[in-house]
């Protein structure tokens, strides 16, 4: 006997949740913009979809959200594609539904189901989902969207190993300089997530890819914009001075081109920029081991730098006091090399 009568008040299982979701997502792919009705039905269904989906990994504010179910339906989203169908269906999708689906990508990667993250592994899979994100930024209806979604991804090291690898990285070069503030913004904390979340991941990519990262790096601190050359000074600190990347430091700083990038940001006409240059740039002068072009670029411009660095102040307090110290042993480190390059001065 059918008790089909009754089916709407019967909670349903992930299963039902899982195929309500895969259905009314693939029916976006027959409904054509001619058929603007039958579209817009197709949208109400998924976005339906999406709170039944978000009430079961979330709960629904009085009830809490039952753990065999939601290890149920983090299995499920990924055994019928429908992670998959999530990502290739947020262009299409309305604004309350792309918020829904921010919200349970979130959840559904930090689910573990018998102590594996089974969407991670997912993605593992399905790389070119990552791609496909990415590229998403040069849309600016989703580029927000996509931007949680990628960051919630990076969390996870192999994740963000395989976007450092892939082609799509290179993106990030221009999406962090796109006119859209709100875009480019996103893009660079992305991008910023991509360079120090994992130290080792990220060494091991600046080791392999050395040349073509830092010829690319050397635009973003060359730009013609404020914000791009201030955030992009601030983030290579971030990355070059840490422990796992030492030895892409110890590359760096033999570098005279790199060099005069921080010397060319020492005279910029913002202070907080000539500051965080200033922390680059008193590595390559206290490297003990300056290679001679270095030393022959410091002491060339010695009087230019001196000049430079006895008007840069920090401002007031102790890391003031610090930075005077600094200072001074950069300058007395510059002096040196001046006097040795002309002793009978």
Wanted: negative net charge; charged residues 30%.
């Amino acid at each position: 006997m059918s008790f089909s009568f009754f089916k709407a008040s019967r909670p349903k299982t992930p299963q039902e949740v899982v195929k309500a979701m895969k259905d009314s997502l693939v029916a976006l792919d027959t409904k054509t913009v001619v058929e603007v009705k039958a579209l817009e039905k197709a949208l109400e269904e998924v976005e339906k979809n999406f709170v039944s989906l978000r009430c079961m990994l979330c709960g629904d504010g009085e009830v809490e959200p039952n753990t065999d179910q939601v290890s149920q339906l983090a299995l499920e989203v990924c055994k019928e594609d429908v992670l998959a169908l999530m990502i290739h269906k947020l262009p299409n999708l309305g604004w309350e539904a792309r918020k829904d689906l921010v919200h349970c990508w979130s959840i559904l990667l930090k689910q573990k189901v018998d102590s594996r993250y089974c969407s991670v592994e997912y993605i593992e899979n399905h790389f070119e989902l990552l791609d496909f994100l990415v590229v998403c930024y040069d849309n600016k209806e989703i580029a927000l969207n996509c931007g949680l979604m990628l960051r919630e991804c990076i969390k996870f090291p192999m994740l963000a190993k395989y976007i450092l690898e892939s082609a799509s990285f290179e993106l990030f070069f221009k999406f962090v300089e796109l006119p859209n503030f709100d875009v480019a913004s996103d893009a660079f904390s992305t991008f910023k997530d991509l360079l120090t979340k994992h130290g080792t991941v990220v060494a091991e990519y600046l080791t392999a890819h050395y040349d073509e990262f830092f010829d690319q790096y050397e635009k973003l601190l060359t730009s013609s914009n404020y914000v791009t050359r201030r955030q992009s000074l601030k983030l290579l600190s971030e990355f070059l001075l840490e422990p796992p990347s030492s030895h892409i430091m110890k590359r760096y700083i033999q570098e005279v081109r790199y060099l005069k990038v921080m010397m060319t940001l020492l005279k910029d006409s913002s202070k907080n920029i000539q500051i965080s240059a200033f922390h680059i740039f008193k590595v390559f002068v206290a490297n003990p081991n300056k290679p001679r072009e270095v030393k022959v670029i410091l002491a060339k411009n010695h009087g230019k730098l001196l000049e430079l660095l006895h008007n840069l102040s920090a401002g007031k307090g102790a890391e003031d006091e610090q930075f005077e110290e600094e200072k001074e042993l950069i300058i007395k480190e510059i002096d040196r090399l001046s006097r040795l390059s002309n002793p009978d001065h």
